[in-house]
């Protein structure tokens, strides 16, 4: 149990375009979630906390115009990353907190994005 | 200040040795929790171990086993007999109550050579 999955793994995109990542708790209700970005040989950085029915709660230095989140169920978030640039490339993950253990978080398996 | 200090960047053992990852934290919190994290060349994190920081007893599972010192704020993990698919980069993380968000640590790149 307690499984998260992201998509797409990969994604090449054009300068100037968005693009969508989601990240869906399969078998458990996540009121919270996590989105964190992973430069090449680093470790990761929280970008935002997302709650369910709620506006996303931004770290330090995360443009909000620039990453959109939306957390519209209690089993999916998306990352919008719009009008993405090259140095956007990177690595996202997202996390979701499962209730049936306490403090117990659950990554999916990431998305690689290129930005051309 | 809040972080989680893996000061090695980079390890290289050769099969069945024996390697230890440090973790050192800081925390103002009094109720938090540690994890520890591999994540395979594929990408993904795969979760080892948390600890809350109320037990302090070591663990031991299979050739993994953990070190926890609040005396000295370290959380230090070993591998026993460590084989080539143990080679990844492993994070250490906390997490914190009164923020209830998790920080990693940059992460120790484990390499082992057959």
């Known amino acids: 149990g307690a499984v998260v999955s992201q998509h797409p793994s990969r994604v090449i995109c054009k300068s100037g375009t968005s693009v969508k990542i989601e990240c869906r708790s399969l078998?458990?209700?996540?009121?919270?979630m996590f989105w964190y970005r992973q430069f090449p040989k680093k470790s990761l950085m929280l970008m935002a906390t997302?709650?369910?029915?709620?506006?996303?709660?931004?770290e330090q230095g995360v443009e909000k115009d620039k990453f959109l989140i939306n957390h519209a169920s209690l089993t999916l978030s998306t990352l919008t990353v719009t009008s993405a640039h090259p140095e956007d490339s990177s690595f996202y993950i997202c996390?979701?907190?499962?209730?049936?253990?306490?403090?117990?978080?659950?990554f999916g398996s990431g998305t690689r994005l290129t930005v051309v | 200040a809040q972080k989680v200090t893996q000061a090695q960047t980079e390890i290289s053992v050769v099969e069945k040795e024996d390697v230890t990852l440090d973790c050192v934290y800081e925390?103002?919190?009094?109720?938090?929790?540690l994890f520890w994290y591999k994540q395979p060349p594929s990408g993904e994190l795969v979760f080892l171990i948390r600890?809350?920081?109320?037990?302090?007893q070591n663990e031991i599972s299979g050739r993994y086993s953990w070190n926890f010192q609040k005396s000295t704020s370290s959380f230090n993990f070993t591998i026993t007999a460590s084989q080539v698919v143990d080679s990844a980069v492993y994070f250490c993380?906390?997490?914190?109550?009164?923020?209830?968000?998790?920080?990693f640590g940059k992460g120790t790149r484990l390499h082992i050579l057959p």
């Open positions: 996390s979701a907190r499962n209730p049936r253990h306490a403090y117990g978080y659950t």
């Open positions: 078998d458990f209700q996540a009121t919270t």
């Open positions: 997302s709650n369910e029915g709620s506006k996303a709660t931004y």
């Open positions: 925390t103002r919190d009094t109720t938090y929790y």
């Open positions: 600890r809350n920081s109320f037990d302090e």
């Open positions: 993380a906390l997490y914190m109550n009164r923020d209830d968000k998790i920080i």
